[in-house]
Nanobody, 122 residues
Framework: QLVESGGGLVQAGGSLRLSCAASGHTFSDYRMGWFRQAPGKERELVAAINWSGGTTNYPDSVKGRFTISRDNAKNTVYLQMNTLQPEDTAVYYC?????????????????WGQGTQVTVSS
């Protein structure tokens, strides 16, 4: 089970930190990702992290503004989002994959949280 928290309303240029608490499986066995889905758009990966936290991946749209991290002792993955823009408005989901390799494909992720809304006002 994955449970996100930390979403909310923020002004453009502001920051938010999302958390995702995992339970029910061995957390460190899974690569983790954060996806987002805006109304009328496809769900897209915005950050991914490997088992140890030593390797991260981001699309160009968020690189330099978003940072993913994990604490395996707390079974939690985080997404620090800085310099938020209105186009970052979306529902954000955390997800877990047993894939050995990095993947940005939604269908490769095995478990999903319920999502948390992030709204950035201009």
């Amino acid at each position: 089970q994955l449970v996100e928290s930390g979403g909310g309303l923020v002004q453009a240029g502001g920051s938010l930190r999302l958390s995702c608490a995992a339970s029910g499986h061995t957390f460190s066995d899974y690569r983790m990702g954060w996806f987002r889905q805006a109304p009328g758009k496809e769900r897209e990966l915005v950050a991914a992290i490997n088992w140890s936290g030593g390797t991260t991946n981001y699309p160009d749209s968020v690189k330099g503004r978003f940072t993913i991290s994990r604490d395996n002792a707390k079974n939690t993955v985080y997404l620090q989002m800085n310099t938020l823009q209105p186009e970052d408005t979306a529902v954000y989901y955390c997800a877990a994959t047993s894939s050995y390799y990095y993947t940005d494909r939604r269908n490769d992720y095995d478990y999903w949280g319920q999502g948390t809304q992030v709204t950035v006002s201009s």
